[in-house]
């Protein structure tokens, strides 16, 4: 389980810079 919040941080952090929307709809999924 925390290693899949840390990647979950990981992929957090690579949108923020790449600014990939369908990622981060990927990601909102996980908070919803």
Known sequence: MISQIDKLEDV????RNQSDPTMF???AVFFQ
């Open 25 to 27: 709809n990927k990601i």
């Open 12 to 15: 957090v952090k690579v949108q």
